[in-house]
């Protein structure tokens, strides 16, 4: 029984040790969660649609018509019932550093009949965005693993039509996690304003407006 105890103690410290050291280098060099990780971001289900992609669903206020960025995708979580949300004249574009992660969308948009998903394959501050084109944008607990969080946000504000919604998920379960001090830090400095708070310290979604007249 103490061996046991021991191996699970020094398990969990390596658990620790592991996401600590993932957290630091993400601060110099772009980390997203590997593709075969995938099962993390969107753990398999019955197929429905979770409560909490309901929730941020609903907090973005998502409507048909409309432009929606889905920064940092990932499997597609929320790039596939948004695109649900958005037909027949929306668009969303998944965009991810990885192909496999947005091959991965390509199959569930063919599996759900969805024609209205651009892709694109490139970091979020890397100037490929189009300026004043989103009504919304998501970022899904990604913002932790972009060394230049400022260009990327900076990048994100002026790729969203004057009015439009950012939306920004952070979980404590994510290494990269960001505190909502953190963020509101990061958002403000390049034009931002704070719209919704809703969770706690250690989960929480954060929406936030571009003013109308940015």
């Not at 061996?3 to 110099?28: G, K, M, N, Q, T």
């Not at 991810?96 to 998903?117: C, H």
């Not at 994100?156 to 009015?163: C, D, M, R, V, Y």
């Not at 990269?176 to 509101?184: C, G, N, S």
Request: aromatic residues 6%.
């Amino acid at each position: 029984m103490i061996a046991v105890l021991f191996i699970l103690v020094i398990l969990i410290a390596l658990v620790i040790i592991i996401a600590l050291a993932w957290r630091f280098a993400s601060r110099r060099y772009t980390l997203p969660c590997p593709v075969w990780m995938k099962w993390l971001l969107d753990p398999p289900s019955s197929g429905r649609i979770s409560a909490r992609t309901r929730k941020t669903i609903g907090l973005l206020d998502i409507r048909p018509g409309m432009n929606v960025l889905d920064a940092g995708c990932g499997p597609g979580r929320l790039t596939i019932p948004i695109a649900n949300h958005v037909e027949p004249d929306g668009e969303v574009t998944a965009m991810d550093l990885q192909e496999g992660m947005l091959q991965e969308v390509r199959d569930r948009a063919r599996a759900a009949n969805l024609s209205n998903i651009r892709f694109l394959q490139a970091g979020i501050g890397e100037g490929k965005l189009p300026r004043d084109r989103f009504d919304r944008a998501v970022l899904i607990t990604v913002l932790g693993e972009i060394p230049d969080r400022d260009a990327a946000l900076r990048e994100i504000f002026e790729a969203l039509k004057p009015g439009g919604i950012l939306l920004v998920e952070e979980t404590i379960r994510d290494p990269h996690f960001q505190t909502r001090k953190t963020v509101i830090r990061l958002v403000g400095a390049v034009g931002f304003i704070e719209k919704e708070f809703s969770g706690n310290r250690f989960s929480y979604i954060l929406t936030l407006e571009k003013p109308s007249g940015a």
